[in-house]
């Protein structure tokens, strides 16, 4: 119901000042902001002329338990279309899965952050309120994971765990690209977890969430009275990482002048604070990760190609989930499990036309994307197994009533990451299989050549020469 471009979002908070942070957050994206105290005030303000418009409500969860799924499900009574989040401060999916079972569309933890919040808002508008498996939650529940428990057999995707371990144990640079959702993060803990800093903090920023002005602030710490509302001395992202890690998310987002200054600091290791005249030596070890290209970026002029340089030591590329249609079955399974670890929740199954129907998806949002279905899909589900009925927004994708069908290359994977056939349904030839064999075991025993030979049943010397008739060379390990 956006009016001039305008859209209209009732927030449900006691706090002044927590009002005033989401109402600026929300006008960067377009949307006015209207607030009520309380439940009470939510449901009258529902019936005014502003009521009317709503796009959609947020909802702080600091009402008590009772008076949240109370409200939820009075405003659902009044207006079922409308899109309700709630934002919690409890780092539990518990809150989460009550508000859910009510009738809320999405949740957010606090402090939120920006981009996060804005992309809660943006998807409930777009996705409308029924069926939300397909709206982004935006907060992950899930624990690191190490690099053994990560779920995934397509070759592309172990070959880039494989380099991903051996850089685990170096200190040096790591640049992860991929798409939004395919675990970019997920690699980097697993990154420092396996590393020698493991039992030290791995400290993660999202460039993009920090205002312009903010970044060198944030990065480098600053001390009191360096600038306009610096009333306390801070300490910057890359101290509080001193001898363990600093993940930074979507760094192609750094404005260019904070790009000059973390190059200074990666050739030097020394960081100056805004403000200050103490230089400090910090020992902190960068992974840093990007939805873009970033040599792209680069050859566009948006960013320094001495800095891609630098931190572009390794490199990963994480596959989409698209890409790797045969390892959705075991990854959905996989979540699922921890999944029942939630508060609230229960072990699942799943059945193979419900597995069917999540693998001939393309999941724009990837592995992030099908954990929230999931996730949606446990909360509401009612029997002990999920159905193709419990993704009702999914399966609506597929028009004129066609049944959807998992590619060649997904359904004959088995979950294996070795795919059988071509996408014209005949047969691959038996040396390209062999490849992905081979690639996959590389992956699958990151890198460990002699470990790789024993399993497949040949020797070392057997498996060198097949790497070179095959034209793998280095590349899977």
């Not at 400290?203 to 306390?232: D, K, M, Q, W």
Request: hydrophobic fraction near 45%; aromatic fraction near 4%; charge should be negative.
């Amino acid at each position: 119901m956006a009016r001039n471009g305008v859209r209209l979002l009732m927030l449900v908070d006691d706090e002044p000042a927590q009002r005033r942070l989401v109402s600026a957050i929300a006008a960067r994206a377009g949307w006015r902001t209207i607030g009520a105290a309380d439940g009470e005030t939510a449901i009258a303000t529902l019936g005014t002329q502003d009521g009317l418009s709503l796009d959609a409500v947020l909802i702080d969860h600091a009402l008590p338990s009772a008076d949240l799924t109370g409200l939820i499900r009075a405003i659902r009574d009044r207006r079922p279309a409308l899109p309700v989040v709630t934002m919690t401060a409890l780092d539990s999916a518990e809150v989460a899965v009550e508000a859910m079972r009510a009738g809320a569309t999405d949740f957010l933890l606090k402090p939120i952050a920006p981009d996060r919040l804005l992309a809660a808002l943006d998807a409930a508008v777009t996705s409308g309120a029924g069926g939300g498996e397909l709206r982004p939650l935006s907060e992950k529940i899930s624990a690191p994971l190490g690099f053994d428990e990560i779920v995934g057999a397509a070759p592309r995707f172990r070959a880039a765990l494989a380099i991903a371990a051996k850089a685990a144990r170096a200190r040096v640079p790591v640049l992860i690209e991929g798409e939004s959702g395919t675990g970019k993060e997920l690699v980097a803990e697993a990154i420092h977890a396996a590393s020698p800093r493991a039992k030290r903090p791995l400290i993660a920023v999202n460039c993009g969430a920090i205002p312009e002005n903010l970044v060198e602030s944030e990065l480098f710490g600053h001390e009191r009275g360096a600038f306009t509302g610096a009333f306390e001395r801070k300490v910057g992202r890359f101290q509080e990482a001193d001898g363990g890690t600093l993940f930074l998310d979507e760094v192609a987002e750094l404005p260019l002048d904070a790009q000059v200054k973390l190059l200074r600091v990666l050739e030097s290791g020394d960081i100056q604070p805004v403000g200050g005249r103490v230089i400090h030596d910090v020992d902190a070890r960068v992974i840093a990760a990007t939805n873009k290209v970033l040599l792209d970026e680069v050859a566009a002029g948006r960013f320094r190609e001495d800095l891609y340089y630098r931190l572009n030591v390794v490199q990963l590329v994480i596959p989409p989930l698209r890409d790797r249609k045969g390892d959705i079955p075991a990854i959905a399974r996989h979540l699922l499990a921890r999944i029942a670890r939630q508060p609230g929740l229960r072990g699942l199954g799943i059945t193979d036309e419900a597995l069917s129907l999540l693998t001939g998806y393309d999941w724009p949002g990837n592995v992030r994307q099908l954990q929230n279905a999931l996730f949606r899909a446990a909360v509401l589900c009612e029997s002990d197994a999920l159905t193709t009925d419990d993704f009702p927004q999914i399966a609506q994708r597929f028009s004129d009533g066609e049944q959807p069908q998992a590619s060649a290359t997904a359904l004959n994977a088995t979950g294996s990451g070795v795919t059988l056939f071509e996408s014209d349904g005949h047969l691959r030839s038996l040396e390209a299989i062999e490849a992905d064999v081979i690639r996959l075991a590389i992956g699958h025993y990151r890198g460990r050549m002699t470990e790789v030979a024993r399993r497949l049943g040949i020797g070392r010397s057997t498996l060198y020469r097949k790497l070179a008739e095959l034209g793998i060379g280095d590349a899977a390990a």
